[in-house]
Nanobody
């Protein structure tokens, strides 16, 4: 069974940084489209960042220049480095993946309805 397990969430002051990690099992991070999706209370799920099999990345406009998605093929993990955090970044963050034959999109992150595999989520809280 595919498993995606997030870690690294927590509470931080505005302007601070966090690094989220996603450990994948029964799924090779270099072989599929993967990304991060977040959901704030009372809001719809929002695709934050994706990385394709060639290493190309896409970000939602609100995090460009602040967040960086990457993968470590040797460790089979996915990472989201979050810098200059803002209170509006507060949300549950989910590691997400598509089936190997699914594709990433070059100009936008994955939307929730394009995700086949989900992690359990890790909470990020940013205070002002």
């Amino acid at each position: 069974q595919v498993q995606l397990v997030e870690s690294g969430g927590g509470s931080v002051q505005a302007g601070g940084s966090l690094r989220l990690s996603c450990a994948a099992s029964a799924y090779t991070v270099s072989s599929g489209c993967m990304g991060w999706v977040r959901q704030a209370p009372g809001k719809e799920r929002e695709g934050v960042a994706t990385i394709d099999t060639a290493g190309s990345t896409s970000y939602t406009d609100s995090v460009k220049g602040r967040f960086t998605i990457s993968r470590d093929n040797a460790k089979n993990t996915l990472t989201l480095q979050m810098d200059k955090l803002k209170p509006e970044d507060t949300a549950m963050y989910y590691c997400a993946a598509r089936r190997y034959r699914g594709s990433c999109y070059r100009r936008r992150p994955l939307s929730a309805n394009e995700v086949n595999y989900w992690g359990q989520g890790t909470q990020v809280t940013v205070s002002s």
